[in-house]
């Protein structure tokens, strides 16, 4: 099992340098709030070693509390992240020494493990799983606040993705049938994803690629944000009060729309993927079009049962098959990765942008919640919408075709776009 634990240092040892590259800002910059929607930048930071510590030191390690005093502090759900800013939160160094020191005493853990154990926590090494998700899921929060500062130069824009091919034909089918959703056998996945079930679904047809900003300008222009024919009650609702007309960082300036990402303006790029919708929004598109969103069943089996759309082996030739782990700093053209295409044909499943669903999150037939019930159990209802897939800011060891992601239908800081599909006529 040498093998494994090597894995899972060198991905531990990754995801903090990206931790810390995203908060390697000044003071006032990491104890700001940027938005009410987020909490600041140094609250995630010590979370990220809080979580370290109470699962992996605390409860496989049998290691006494380093620093129980704090531990309300950064509970996700004692206060809520508009009252952050007003707590006594560890300072950025402060934080910075903390996690360093519950890194230290968690690699001592992974030293003394053994994946053999048939406890669920440390069989397979699921606890690490546990943390490095849970760290790269911050880590794309953190993008998500670095976007809301509106500040330049806090965020590298990476590599150029490649370019993209427009699509022949725009839809694929796919056939009526049963498929198993789910999985019992990803060693990482959440229980949110389990357990493994079979599912009939009618045929339909699915976009071969994601909504492009040109495709939802037309919208705009269309006077899609001033009709309420397009919106669902609440979600017209939300257009009135708020007074949206478009999605967010976009504006207009005479006959250009330009967008500002990462505090730098730039026209709106028509073949990329279109993010920061509301599933509001999204909606509203798909009953424009005559289309509607695909249910979280329908994204799933157009992934083609696979642990990722290409295949089982993971992504290893990551580069050619999807836009994942902030590569570049934005969502690639549409077309750009053929490769990495679902064994149906349907293209960038993965990567760009998390893809709104029409479902709300609910559990499996035989959900079990583990290891505890806050992180799915307690949103489960008809309050949070589905999203699947991940963004060009999610790191690949933290999405997957059967990872679901779930918000609130008015949110749009998350890097969040859609596509459209139909049934059969």
Known sequence: MTGLK??????????????????????????????????????????????????VLREVGGIEPLRPEID?????????RADRPSLPLLTPAEARKYISGVRGRVLDVLDRLDPADPDPLRAGGFVFGLVLQHEHQHDETMLATLQLSRRPGLVRDGELPPGGAPAADPEVHIPAGIFSMG??????????????????????????????????????????????????PQGWEWVERTGVDAPLF?????????????????????????????????????????????????????????EYPWGDAGPADLAYRANLGHRAARPAPVGAYPKGASPYGVEQLVGDVWEWTDSWFQPYPGF????YKEYSEVFFGETYRVLRGGSWATHPSAVR??????????????????????SED
């Open 6 to 55: 090597d894995r899972i240092a060198a991905e531990l040892a990754a995801v903090r340098e990206r931790s810390l590259a995203y908060t390697d800002a000044d003071d006032d910059v990491l104890t700001r709030q940027h938005s009410s929607l987020m909490s600041p930048l140094v609250w995630d930071l010590a979370h990220v070693g809080n979580y370290e510590e109470l699962w």
């Open 72 to 80: 309300h502090l950064y509970d996700a759900f004692k206060y809520p």
């Open 183 to 232: 999985t019992d056998t990803v060693a990482w996945a959440y229980d949110n994803e389990r357990p493994a079930h079979r599912r009939h679904l009618p045929g339909f047809w699915i976009d071969r690629h994601p909504v492009t900003c040109g495709a939802y300008l037309r919208f705009v222009e269309d006077g899609g944000y001033r009709d309420p024919r397009w919106w669902l």
């Open 250 to 306: 976009w504006t207009r300036d005479g006959d250009i729309w330009w967008r500002l990402r990462f505090g730098r303006e730039e026209p709106v790029p028509p073949d990329e993927p279109v993010q920061h919708v509301s599933w509001y929004e999204a909606d509203a598109y798909a009953r424009w079009a005559g289309r509607r969103l695909p249910t979280e069943a329908e994204w799933e089996k157009a992934c083609g049962g696979r």
């Open 368 to 371: 079990r919640s583990f290891p």
């Open 401 to 422: 075709t059967t990872f679901r992601n779930w918000d609130l239908p008015i949110r749009r800081q998350i890097f969040a776009g859609f596509r459209c599909a139909r």
